[in-house]
């Protein structure tokens, strides 16, 4: 992810009298992204222990880019979000998800 900072010498003075917005967008209430599919899991070495790792696709952004997130912190984030139905963590089979014209269907 790239942040927007840049240096001060970067800014330069206003000149005119035009007002670019008036307002601050409207924000909708939680979390701006929401969990749409879990679609891989691999286990990491995190603080001198094993911890789980799941690879999510957001909901509205397109799967090239889906971040891995550490499962107990989505549980935190996201309860409603139930990861047990997802993926199976017990060896169980991955969802399964495909790309079919610019759209994503899970199996």
Known sequence: ???PVFHVSQL???VGNRVVQHSLPIMRP???LQPRAILDRRMIRHNNRAVT???IHW???PLAEATWEFKEELK???PEFNLEDKV???GEQLLQVEEDNGGLNSK
């Open 76 to 78: 935190l984030r996201f």
């Open 88 to 90: 199976g963590f017990e």
């Open 59 to 61: 909901e509205g952004l």
């Open 1 to 3: 992810m790239i942040h």
């Open 30 to 32: 939680g979390p701006a």
């Open 12 to 14: 330069k003075k206003h």
């Open 53 to 55: 790792q799941v690879l």
